[in-house]
């Protein structure tokens, strides 16, 4: 799994630049928060949750209840999740955020591929990553 976070974290700085004054939220489940918590590199916040959509509900909060509309002009989600598309979709209208989504092409919701502003491809293969049995 160790292995797993420093390649996701590869792709995903490969398709979006993050710049020193970032906020970047990490949201994992519970079993996982140990080895993200400390293999992902630079700075970052870690939420976590237990249950099958934990990790996507400590986002989903984040995004509803932290003023992110008011306090940034960009957002980048790294999720295909089709969770996220009513908050996303609220955000730009209410604030005029501009919002990114970085995902597997072929792990992206239709909505919220068509909720964004605009959508970058990453290219990383989770399985490849598996152990053996």
Known sequence: MATQ?????IAIEAVVSPRLDDQLVLACGRFS????GFEWTGPHRLKFRSGIDGADLELLDVLESERVGERFAE??????DGIFTDAISRLA????I???????????????RMAAKSVLHIEFDPSAFMEAA
């Open 5 to 9: 976070v420093r390649a996701a974290q």
């Open 33 to 36: 928060v140990d080895i993200v």
């Open 75 to 80: 957002l980048v989600l790294v999720s295909g």
């Open 93 to 96: 209208m209410t604030s005029g």
């Open 98 to 112: 501009d919002v990114t989504v970085a995902s597997r092409p072929d792990a992206c919701s239709r909505r919220l």
